[in-house]
């Protein structure tokens, strides 16, 4: 008898399919799930340093160093001197960039009301109240999780 499906079960379920959606939207192209999220981050916060990339994405400098090289060889970012900070550089879109999320932002958008189509009308207020709480409750595990084994790590 199969056993019915959690809500954990759904979550991860539409975790993969995102990912294979992104997948295959960017098969054929340089981008990458990795190379997009430090665009995104360039778009929500504007031109950064890599180092405050690395902070942002939580991930390593070096990481992060690899990710703009990919990224400034494809033509989406490039790096300019930072206006206040001479061993600092700043990474910033190019314009061809800008135009793609841009176009992402509004397939984003176009997805997001196609997908929250196939709820009612009347359950789409307490859906997204839900989607938001076990956001919520899900980020607070992690925090508490990542708390605790940062604490285990500096104790001798």
Not at 116 to 144: H, K, M, N, S, W
């Given at each position: 008898?199969?056993?019915?499906?959690?809500?954990?079960?759904?979550?991860?379920?539409?975790?993969?399919?995102?990912?294979r959606?992104?997948a295959?939207?960017?098969?054929?192209?340089?981008?990458?799930?990795?190379?997009?999220?430090?665009?995104?981050?360039?778009?929500?916060?504007?031109?950064?340093?890599?180092?405050?990339?690395?902070?942002?994405?939580?991930?390593?400098?070096?990481?992060?160093?690899?990710?703009?090289?990919?990224?400034?060889?494809?033509?989406?970012?490039?790096?300019?001197?930072?206006?206040?900070?001479?061993?600092?550089?700043?990474?910033?879109?190019?314009?061809?960039?800008?135009?793609?999320?841009?176009?992402?932002?509004?397939?984003?958008?176009?997805?997001?009301?196609?997908?929250?189509?196939?709820?009612?009308?009347?359950?789409?207020?307490a859906?997204?109240?839900?989607?938001?709480?076990?956001?919520?409750?899900?980020?607070?595990?992690?925090?508490?999780?990542?708390?605790?084994?940062?604490?285990?790590?500096?104790?001798?």
């Amino acid at each position: 008898m199969a056993t019915p499906a959690t809500v954990l079960d759904r979550l991860l379920e539409i975790s993969d399919l995102f990912q294979r959606d992104l997948a295959r939207e960017f098969a054929g192209t340089s981008l990458t799930a990795s190379r997009t999220r430090l665009l995104w981050e360039l778009v929500h916060e504007g031109p950064s340093t890599q180092h405050a990339l690395a902070e942002r994405l939580e991930v390593s400098p070096r990481n992060v160093t690899g990710l703009v090289d990919a990224l400034e060889a494809s033509g989406y970012v490039r790096r300019e001197p930072h206006p206040s900070d001479r061993r600092a550089f700043l990474v910033t879109l190019t314009a061809a960039a800008e135009a793609l999320m841009t176009e992402m932002q509004r397939d984003h958008a176009e997805l997001s009301e196609t997908l929250l189509a196939a709820v009612a009308p009347e359950d789409r207020a307490a859906f997204l109240r839900g989607a938001e709480a076990v956001a919520d409750r899900l980020r607070g595990l992690v925090e508490t999780a990542e708390a605790g084994r940062a604490a285990s790590r500096r104790e001798p």
